[in-house]
């Protein structure tokens, strides 16, 4: 990016990088020293520790740092920090970190880069390397560029590691929903879909370390809990869009979910998609029959 560039980006694009935390002394260096080494420096890091009882706070303040600035609340979760972060933030755009990943250097230069390519409101991702018990790989994110609405309410693209977005967006949606146990950036990326396109970057711009400290049941049954809840709270925008073979799609993976923890809701999701299955193809016969 050239010294003219990086002018206009001073001038209209103030990034400010919300990094919710809970417990995270042996990650939160790395953290914040990755958006520290970014070839474009964010306006501000708003750190927002969530009651943690170990040594981040302190080692996060020993981060020499001039705009680091950091709030505390009580334990309450990742989106409630998430959402003070915001509330709290000075800069125009918003973008989000996982204390415990990181970003490669590039990250903010190469989508602040895309962002001044488009005239209109857009929310910005990008693909990322995975690290977890069998090494490091390139994880391409599902999704696309331009109007995902649709695609949205079937499955989820964007990760919170990459995306960045005008405040004004997410105060025009509410902010982040607080209730919503898993795939909270599925959650959040569907309302956001309803109002501005998104622009996915083909290029692994952070990584996400996949950990395994927690057992896979409690993590399925989490998710399940998580799933579940947004199936229910867009329930009439994918019958509108998708029909009732929407529900069916999702509660057949919810059944799956449930067979590899032996989850007892496994009985209700099955009935659910055998009957959504069923309207389904009524749907289309009366449909066919009244063509």
């Not at 400010?16 to 809970?22: E, H, I, K």
């Not at 958006?35 to 708003?46: D, G, L, W």
């Not at 018990?133 to 994880?139: E, L, N, S």
């Amino acid at each position: 990016m050239d010294r003219e560039t990086r002018e206009i980006v001073k001038r209209k694009i103030r990034v400010s990088v919300v990094v919710p935390a809970y417990n995270r002394e042996k990650t939160i260096e790395r953290c914040i020293q990755s958006i520290k080494r970014q070839t474009m420096q964010p306006y501000e890091i708003v750190l927002v520790d969530d009651g943690s009882t170990d040594q981040t706070v302190r080692l996060a303040e020993g981060i020499p740092c001039k705009y680091l600035k950091i709030l505390r609340q009580n334990h309450k979760g990742a989106q409630a920090a998430r959402n003070l972060g915001i509330l709290n933030a000075k800069g125009n755009y918003i973008a989000f970190l996982d204390s415990d990943d990181e970003w490669l250097p590039e990250m903010l230069e190469r989508e602040i880069e895309y962002l001044l390519q488009r005239q209109n409101n857009c929310v910005l991702y990008s693909d990322c390397y995975i690290y977890d018990d069998k090494g490091k790989r390139v994880w391409r994110r599902p999704g696309r560029t331009g109007n995902t609405y649709h695609e949205s309410l079937l499955q989820g693209g964007p990760m919170f590691q990459s995306m960045l977005v005008k405040k004004s967006l997410l105060y025009k949606i509410g902010l982040l929903d607080e209730k919503v146990a898993a795939y909270q950036e599925w959650e959040t990326a569907i309302r956001l879909a309803k109002r501005a396109e998104f622009v996915h970057i083909r290029e692994p711009l952070f990584i996400y370390y996949c950990h395994s400290g927690e057992t896979i049941s409690k993590d399925i049954k989490k998710g399940i809990q998580g799933y579940l809840y947004i199936v229910k709270k867009f329930q009439k925008d994918i019958v509108k869009v998708h029909g009732f073979g929407g529900l069916a799609f999702h509660y057949k993976n919810l059944m799956d979910s449930s067979r590899q923890c032996k989850n007892k809701l496994i009985v209700v999701f099955w009935i659910k998609t055998f009957c959504y299955n069923r309207l389904s193809i009524l749907d289309r016969f009366i449909k066919n029959r009244n063509n």
